[in-house]
C-alpha cells in the first residue's frame, strides 16, 4: 500500500517516502527540499544554481527520481562536461 501524499510547495502527488516534513510541518518533496534548502552542505557540493535549477525542473517532469538517482545523474553530466573539455583542450 503506498499512501500518496501532496507535496506543499509543489503541489505533486508522492509517495511517502519522497516526503520530508519540514520545520513548518509542511511536507516537502524532495525536489523542494533540495530547492528550499539549496542542497546540504555535505553532499553535492561543485553545482551552480542554474544547473540546479535546471535539474529540479528536469525532475519535475519526471516526478519519481529519487535523490540518488539525482545524484548520478549529476555525475554523469559533470563527467561528460568534463571530457568534452578534455576533447576541446586536445585540439
Ligand atoms: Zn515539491
Known amino acids: 500500500m503506498n499512501k500518496k501524499t501532496s507535496c506543499d510547495a509543489c503541489g505533486l ?8 516534513k519540514n520545520k513548518g510541518g509542511k511536507n516537502c518533496c524532495n525536489d523542494c527540499q533540495l ?3 539549496g542542497i546540504s552542505p555535505s553532499d553535492i557540493r561543485p553545482i551552480s544554481k542554474r544547473k ?12 519519481p527520481l ?3 538517482d539525482l545524484k548520478a545523474k ?8 568534463q571530457s ?3 576533447r576541446n583542450n586536445s585540439k
Open 13 to 20: 502527488y508522492f509517495n511517502e517516502v519522497y516526503l520530508h
Open 35 to 37: 530547492k528550499i534548502s
Open 84 to 86: 568534452a573539455k578534455n
Open 74 to 81: 549529476l555525475k554523469k553530466e559533470r563527467e561528460e562536461k
Open 52 to 63: 540546479l535549477d535546471k535539474v529540479i525542473k528536469a525532475a519535475a517532469r519526471t516526478p
Open 66 to 68: 529519487k535523490l540518488k
